[in-house]
């Protein structure tokens, strides 16, 4: 029977005699402990949200929409960068093809050489657009494609400001570089042709721009949030585990992000199954039985000496025996975490035992066939099939009394075991994941999610603001909740002490005691 399992059974008697009976099953009766069900309701759950709140938490149109927006943005700023990374090379190269001007016609020859020709200097920007442009892209790519994205609820206020003005300048370089080439019909008849050298420095010009938008970006995206300004404080319920860690300056959904990091790789995988200590054998026996049954058909049967009502001393005396029992309880739970702490010890020391005993055999195997490969020879998994029986039973033990089993399957084990003999480990370094089950993203079900969604719920607070001191906020995933809390770390001064030689010496007191 699952743990935490309850089955109430109410039989009811019909006028013809017979006998209904309605059962109420609050878990499964699966044999596997691992699976249950878990109801909630607004009125009597005391971990669950009220009605009045259920358009507040984020709906599947909401995640899509966030989603749909990220993306936009995301093709939208490609375009803008892919534009102005190759806008400088199409600027230098129009005028070549003699595209711009339906007026070249009138041009003389010598005024189109001179139009077209480049000297050393020209021939240097030339050189240096062509180095800088691959740059500028790898370092765009490398800023705003190359790491990892992530969908948050608001737009991030650095990024969407360096695509605006990307997007401001190689709109305004492109418009001056139109109206200076419209511009050159009317110099040709003036006398004052414009060579193609303005045109290479104009475009060099438009690259230094480029590089000092990135540079920027770099600044605020990168190096910004590096000082150490704030440390938050974050609690994991239901099961009270917390840590601390050091935050630069972020906004909200930005700090949400990072928190997430370090739960995924610092916390240690949740056990709801833990919240309630298993009993053992002997406990669940002499667990004495709450239930109280009362006989209501055969009221003309009871004697009075046999029932009677409650009075005003009667209801003292249960009140103190609840408060009795109420003063005690901290007693039993303090045996009981005790009794439970010595049964992990016991299974512990038991599957330490057996592990080694196997790895010692297959040791024993490998020493004998030194000088080459026999007929009995086996490759790692065959090998670590061969020896995980002598271990499964203690394995499985520790297992269930520690409640990981919906972690760990048979097939990882053995993988993990086959790895462990390939690489001649100790038994200790196949015991690590079972006997430290940390961080959360080392559990075999969070690995297969790609995308991980958490809800952000921060009350006075909109995702897109900058931290500040007392700022708090929660991240929820089911019944997991993170609440995070931020404090402003304090300012250091330091002053220096010299330390004199002359001041470093000392009396040794014999007769240090005080007489009366």
Same mark, same amino acid.
């Given at each position: 029977?699952?743990?935490?399992?309850?089955? /109430?059974?109410?039989?009811?008697?019909?006028?013809?005699?017979?006998?209904?009976?309605?059962?109420?099953?609050?878990?499964?009766?699966?044999?596997?402990?691992? $699976?249950? *069900? *878990?109801?909630?309701?607004?009125?009597?759950?005391?971990?669950?949200?009220?009605?009045?709140?259920?358009?507040?938490? !984020?709906?599947?149109?909401?995640?899509?929409?966030?989603?749909?927006?990220?993306?936009?943005t995301?093709?939208?700023?490609? =375009?803008?960068?892919?534009?102005? +990374?190759?806008?400088?090379?199409?600027?230098?190269?129009?005028?070549?093809?003699?595209?711009?001007s339906? &007026?070249t016609?009138?041009?003389?020859?010598?005024?189109?050489?001179?139009?077209?020709? +480049? &000297?050393?200097?020209?021939?240097?920007?030339?050189?240096?657009i062509?180095?800088?442009? !691959?740059?500028?892209?790898?370092?765009?790519?490398?800023?705003?494609?190359?790491?990892?994205?992530?969908?948050?609820?608001?737009?991030?206020?650095?990024?969407?400001?360096?695509?605006f003005?990307?997007?401001? #300048?190689?709109?305004?370089?492109?418009?001056?570089?139109?109206?200076?080439? *419209? $511009?050159?019909?009317?110099?040709?008849?003036?006398? %004052?042709?414009?060579d193609?050298k303005?045109?290479?420095?104009?475009?060099?010009?438009?690259?230094?721009?480029?590089?000092?938008?990135?540079?920027?970006? /770099?600044?605020?995206?990168?190096?910004?949030?590096?000082?150490? =300004?704030?440390?938050?404080?974050?609690?994991?319920? !239901?099961?009270?585990?917390?840590?601390?860690?050091?935050?630069?300056?972020?906004? /909200?959904?930005?700090?949400?992000?990072?928190?997430?990091?370090?739960?995924?790789?610092?916390f240690? =995988?949740y056990n709801?199954?833990?919240?309630?200590?298993?009993?053992?054998?002997?406990?669940?026996?002499?667990?004495?039985?709450?239930?109280?049954?009362?006989?209501?058909?055969?009221?003309? %049967?009871?004697?009075? $000496?046999?029932?009677?009502?409650?009075? =005003?001393?009667? &209801?003292?005396?249960?009140?103190?025996?609840?408060?009795r029992?109420?003063?005690?309880?901290? &007693?039993?739970?303090?045996?009981?975490?005790?009794?439970?702490?010595r049964?992990?010890r016991?299974?512990?020391?038991?599957?330490? *035992?057996?592990?080694?005993?196997?790895?010692?055999? /297959?040791?024993?195997?490998?020493?004998?066939?030194?000088?080459?490969?026999?007929?009995?020879?086996?490759?790692?998994l065959?090998?670590?099939?061969?020896?995980?029986?002598?271990?499964?039973?203690?394995?499985?033990?520790?297992?269930?009394?520690?409640?990981?089993?919906?972690?760990?399957a048979?097939?990882?084990?053995?993988?993990?075991?086959?790895?462990?003999?390939?690489q001649?480990?100790?038994?200790?370094?196949?015991?690590e994941?079972?006997?430290?089950?940390? !961080?959360?993203?080392?559990?075999?079900?969070?690995?297969?999610?790609?995308?991980?969604q958490?809800?952000?719920?921060?009350?006075?607070?909109?995702?897109?603001?900058?931290?500040?001191?007392? #700022? $708090?906020?929660q991240?929820?995933?089911?019944?997991?909740?993170?609440?995070?809390?931020?404090?402003?770390?304090?300012?250091?001064?330091?002053s220096?002490?010299?330390?004199?030689?002359?001041?470093?010496?000392?009396?040794?007191?014999?007769?240090?005691?005080?007489?009366?």
């Amino acid at each position: 029977m699952a743990p935490f399992q309850t089955i /109430v059974t109410n039989r009811e008697e019909n006028e013809d005699g017979e006998h209904s009976m309605i059962d109420l099953q609050i878990l499964s009766d699966h044999e596997n402990w691992a $699976e249950n *069900t *878990t109801a909630i309701t607004g009125n009597t759950s005391e971990r669950s949200e009220s009605l009045q709140g259920i358009d507040q938490w !984020p709906q599947d149109g909401k995640f899509s929409k966030v989603s749909w927006l990220h993306y936009f943005t995301k093709s939208l700023s490609l =375009i803008i960068f892919v534009a102005a +990374c190759t806008s400088p090379f199409i600027m230098v190269v129009l005028p070549k093809l003699g595209l711009l001007s339906d &007026n070249t016609a009138i041009y003389t020859v010598q005024q189109k050489l001179m139009h077209t020709s +480049c &000297n050393v200097e020209c021939k240097g920007c030339l050189l240096s657009i062509a180095f800088k442009i !691959p740059l500028l892209g790898i370092g765009y790519w490398i800023v705003f494609y190359k790491s990892r994205e992530d969908v948050t609820p608001r737009l991030s206020l650095f990024r969407n400001g360096v695509i605006f003005f990307t997007f401001l #300048c190689l709109s305004a370089y492109w418009l001056f570089y139109i109206v200076q080439i *419209t $511009e050159l019909s009317k110099t040709v008849t003036l006398g %004052n042709l414009t060579d193609y050298k303005s045109l290479v420095n104009y475009a060099v010009m438009f690259i230094d721009t480029l590089l000092a938008i990135h540079y920027i970006a /770099v600044l605020l995206m990168e190096i910004r949030h590096l000082k150490a =300004i704030y440390y938050v404080k974050v609690v994991r319920s !239901p099961d009270g585990i917390s840590h601390s860690f050091s935050m630069g300056q972020l906004t /909200v959904q930005q700090a949400a992000v990072q928190i997430l990091e370090k739960y995924y790789t610092e916390f240690p =995988i949740y056990n709801p199954y833990l919240e309630r200590i298993p009993l053992s054998k002997t406990q669940k026996k002499a667990q004495p039985n709450n239930f109280k049954f009362y006989r209501v058909d055969d009221t003309n %049967n009871v004697n009075s $000496e046999e029932y009677r009502p409650p009075g =005003i001393e009667g &209801n003292q005396a249960i009140l103190a025996a609840q408060a009795r029992r109420r003063d005690s309880s901290h &007693n039993e739970r303090f045996y009981e975490e005790h009794e439970y702490e010595r049964r992990v010890r016991k299974r512990k020391a038991r599957l330490i *035992t057996a592990v080694e005993e196997a790895f010692s055999h /297959v040791q024993r195997i490998h020493t004998e066939s030194v000088s080459g490969l026999t007929t009995n020879s086996l490759d790692s998994l065959e090998a670590a099939q061969s020896i995980f029986p002598s271990m499964a039973r203690a394995l499985q033990k520790y297992l269930r009394i520690t409640r990981q089993q919906p972690q760990h399957a048979v097939e990882n084990i053995l993988k993990r075991l086959a790895q462990c003999l390939s690489q001649d480990t100790s038994p200790k370094v196949f015991l690590e994941p079972y006997f430290n089950p940390k !961080p959360v993203l080392s559990d075999e079900k969070e690995k297969l999610l790609n995308i991980q969604q958490w809800a952000l719920i921060c009350d006075g607070e909109l995702p897109s603001r900058p931290l500040r001191s007392g #700022c $708090e906020f929660q991240l929820r995933q089911g019944e997991i909740a993170l609440l995070c809390s931020f404090y402003q770390l304090p300012c250091f001064h330091l002053s220096e002490q010299i330390a004199l030689p002359k001041y470093d010496k000392f009396l040794l007191k014999l007769n240090s005691e005080i007489c009366p």
